[in-house]
């Protein structure tokens, strides 16, 4: 008899068709109904993950495979066998909010891709979008995510930045019985979920209705108010019983070529919070329409920029990256989508110098050819620049999406809180600073990463903190 895996074809989500949605921001995929969840849930084979676990292995499994370890083969069995409230509780365990993971996760790099059956002819099982089936559909039913509601609250901690790790960190301290209260810089929750990953990725609303849960539960949100001086921080160490910094890794990267602070270059971070406050209606004014765009680099802040200028009505959107498409950094299907709403893509081409007019505006960027050269340190193959081969491509707008970089903030020193030589606070196995009150996780901590990794590091912070505060059971 067939195993269901080769019977059943794999089937990723259906997507709207390019010329549609390259017209607005409204969501690219169509989620899973019951019937396509449960046929893709029966290609799972169930392995052995926990029997094995611990073990030295050349085996990976899908929970092996993902930084929070959720017990993916555990719901899939009980989307298979149609219990979906039992699906919904397991997902929602391990993982703060993983309706979001299932859309914004690199799966084929992490969960999917260390599937057993990945590795054969067949394709993995569809886990990302069977993961966002389960608590769409749970929601839709009346199924809630747990804030411990039913706990008495005792002690009190400060979340410095509402992103992924700050998000995941107050998430378990509600759950375990902690007076939470967040303090975010912006005018809306999420961080980098909100500004940072445009609305046809991940629906603002999905952010939102999560805070609202927590809200009613008991979370306390201070929007407009960052945490700048040593002052505003002293008081939180003072006044809470701890602190977990949550402020991400906020600076953009440039790429150090002449002429960078020309009218018309722009970070990425800066592109994509100003196309989302578009969305939410803040102002009318676009930056990109009717120009012609140059993106520079090629991970997913990159793709994310590229389909953001499409969708805001540029003239022409061409992404560059100094390697091949193979040595790209960000998630393949995105280059897909990217691709099929009209991108333009030069590879083995870096940039040397922005051109610009009598007034420093923008009006090409000069480029050199690349080859790869031998390998460095990390065995990935060094980039070589053509010497002559300068060219120009004609351009209005140029976007820098070549990572981030994390900040020092003043009051590190000032509250004994020792940093690496990027600026970051320095933990230990528990995310516990050299100031014994103050956590710190996810890109703050690591530089810029994953969302997944961010709520792993907030969850396992929230962990330490509720057994230090005497509230882990």
Not at 14 to 20: C, F, G, L, T, Y
Not at 86 to 96: G, R, V
Not at 202 to 210: G, N, Y
Request: charged share 30%; hydrophobic share 35%; with cysteine.
């Amino acid at each position: 008899m067939k195993k269901d895996f080769t019977r059943i074809p794999k089937k990723i989500q259906r997507k709207r068709d390019p010329e549609e949605r390259r017209k607005d921001f409204e969501p690219v995929y169509i989620e899973f109904n019951q019937d396509e969840a449960t046929e893709q849930a029966k290609r799972c084979i169930t392995c052995p993950i926990d029997i094995m676990r611990g073990m030295d292995s050349e085996f990976s499994f899908c929970r092996t495979g993902c930084p929070l370890g959720n017990y993916i083969s555990q719901w899939i069995r009980e989307v298979r066998n149609g219990n979906l409230k039992k699906a919904f509780e397991l997902s929602n365990e391990t993982s703060p909010f993983p309706e979001v993971m299932g859309r914004v996760c690199p799966h084929d790099n992490l969960c999917q891709g260390a599937c057993t059956i990945a590795k054969t002819e067949h394709g993995s099982v569809a886990i990302g979008a069977i993961e966002v089936f389960i608590s769409e559909e749970g929601f839709k039913q009346g199924l809630k995510p747990y804030y411990g509601e039913d706990k008495k609250r005792k002690k009190r901690v400060a979340v410095i930045g509402s992103g992924p790790a700050g998000m995941s960190c107050a998430t378990y301290l509600l759950r375990g019985g902690a007076n939470v209260e967040i303090f975010e810089k912006s005018d809306r929750p999420g961080g980098l979920l909100t500004y940072g990953i445009p609305n046809f990725k991940l629906h603002k609303d999905v952010i939102f209705r999560r805070f609202k849960w927590m809200e009613e539960a008991g979370l306390k949100l201070h929007l407009n108010h960052p945490i700048l001086t040593q002052e505003e921080f002293e008081k939180l160490v003072n006044e809470f019983d701890a602190v977990f910094i949550g402020v991400g890794a906020p600076s953009g990267r440039g790429a150090r070529m002449e002429n960078e602070d020309a009218n018309g270059v722009y970070h990425v971070m800066d592109v994509l919070t100003h196309a989302q406050k578009r969305v939410f209606k803040d102002f009318d004014e676009c930056i990109l329409k009717d120009k012609k765009v140059v993106v520079l680099g090629g991970g997913d802040s990159a793709m994310d920029a590229v389909r953001t200028s499409v969708r805001s009505g540029a003239k022409e959107v061409t992404c560059v990256y100094r390697r091949d498409e193979a040595n790209m950094p960000g998630s393949k299907k995105e280059v897909i989508n990217a691709k099929e709403e009209g991108v333009k893509f030069m590879f083995y081409t870096a940039p040397k110098a922005v051109k610009v007019d009598e007034n420093k505006n923008v009006v090409g960027i000069i480029c050199q050819k690349t080859e790869l050269g031998e390998p460095d340190s990390s065995g990935r193959r060094r980039v070589q620049v053509v010497e002559g081969s300068d060219f120009e491509i004609p351009c209005d707008i140029i976007i820098l999406a070549l990572g981030f970089d994390n900040v020092k903030f003043a009051w590190y020193e000032h509250a004994g809180i020792e940093t690496d030589k990027w600026g970051c606070p320095k933990v230990n196995e528990r995310y516990q600073t050299t100031n014994p009150k103050v956590y710190a996780g996810g890109d703050a901590v690591r530089g810029a990463d994953l969302v997944v990794t961010a709520a792993r590091d907030g969850r396992d912070a929230a962990y330490a903190i509720l057994e230090d505060l005497g509230l882990k059971d």
